[in-house]
């Protein structure tokens, strides 16, 4: 369920109120009690990265990309010498 920020025009309060979707937007400040509430629209959620490192794991080093690239053309080298010498009839 979202958070959302609300106003209200009457007394100036801001604040969030945590509720769901489909819910419609609130009209009465529990502040002051009048009924001059508005929803204000956000920048919406972030996504937060904590931790240290994650961005260590997730991108290869260039010795490592060196090294699969080595073996891919080990590979193919292999697979075609292997390939085009023995056929079966």
Known sequence: MPTYDYV???CGEEFEIFHSITEP???KCP???RQKLRRLIGAGGAVIFKGSGFYA???????????AEAEKKCCKEESSS???SSKFT
Do not use: I, L, M, Q
């Open 8 to 10: 209200c025009d009457a």
């Open 57 to 67: 794991t997730d991108y290869r080093s260039s010795s490592y990309k060196k090294a």
């Open 25 to 27: 937007p609130r009209k």
């Open 31 to 33: 502040s002051c009690g």
């Open 82 to 84: 292997n390939g085009s």
